[in-house]
């Protein structure tokens, strides 16, 4: 009789670890509205349909970040590796023009766009968003495969 609440404590405290990974964005987070380079607004909705059919490769920075900063080198040899994708960088940074000051100096290529509402948004929310830099893989029908890494890995080919 021992053993079985043994068990059962175990699988209660395994099942309870489940992590969180969505499969899809939610309606809040599709609407957030965010900042393009020419100071237009776009909702991450429309940055996905942009995209639609390719698979997306997306990054949370800041630019100010030094761990984001050092994160560009691995992201710059990804991109050499994987150019068929496409590549989206959402930076929470504390300002627009620290964002496009910031902007200036990232070497990878890709679409660049400002959440002006950090991590505080619908989206930053729905990434559960604490740490930066923050890596996703989008799939070509818009499913989200990899909803979590900090840092750019073969998960994300």
Known sequence: MKNIGYYLIVLFVCSSCGVFQP???TKE???EKLVTLTRDSISFREVLSKNRGKEIFIQVFASYCP???DSFDDVLSFQEKYDEKE????SVDHTYHDWKRGVERIKPK?????ISKKGKGALGKFLNLKTIPRFLKVDKLGIIKVFKTSKVSEKLK
């Open 23 to 25: 499969k899809i964005f």
């Open 29 to 31: 987070a599709l609407d």
């Open 67 to 69: 761990v984001s900063q």
């Open 87 to 90: 590549y989206v960088f959402l």
């Open 110 to 114: 890709g679409q660049f766009y400002y």
